[in-house]
């Protein structure tokens, strides 16, 4: 039986060095990633109960990094009727700054922020509407967003 070669190599090894190579590639890779850039998730969420009887807004962190953070904010209609709603009022720590946000708009004044709706602004009792931000903060700092309110 003749043995076919391909660039002088027997097709029995040109074969089994394919296989071999393509276990290799097909292996999980173990990697450190340096600590700067380790993302955390385990951040709790920060529940509020708000003066109001018909609202509550829950923030949960999404992600964490050094240098910033994102949160969802959930408002739920926790009454009887028909709610609406104009918005909700956060504080961010000392140090930190709203970069960015989705489902509305942002404005921070010194520490404390507004969030105003783009939409479902109505919400029927029992119904949620979230938003979501950004937010910027030193190296070294932990602190998230904190008192919030609907307003």
Request: proline share 6%.
């Amino acid at each position: 039986m003749a043995h076919h070669r391909v660039s002088g190599v027997p097709r029995r090894l040109t074969a089994l060095a394919a296989l071999t190579l393509t276990a290799a590639l097909a292996a999980p890779v173990a990697t450190a990633a340096p600590a700067s850039a380790v993302v955390s998730t385990r951040a709790p969420a920060v529940v509020v109960d708000t003066a109001s009887d018909d609202c509550t807004v829950t923030a949960a962190v999404l992600a964490q990094w050094p240098g910033g953070y994102l949160m969802q904010v959930t408002v739920t209609n926790t009454g009887a009727s028909t709610f609406t709603w104009s918005g909700v009022t956060f504080t961010l720590p000392a140090g930190q700054f709203v970069s960015g946000g989705w489902n509305g708009s942002l404005v921070q004044t010194g520490q404390k922020v507004t969030y105003r709706p783009a939409y479902y602004s109505t919400l029927a009792p029992g119904q949620s509407a979230g938003f979501g931000f950004q937010a910027s903060r030193p190296f070294g700092d932990n602190t998230v967003a904190g008192d919030f309110r609907c307003g």
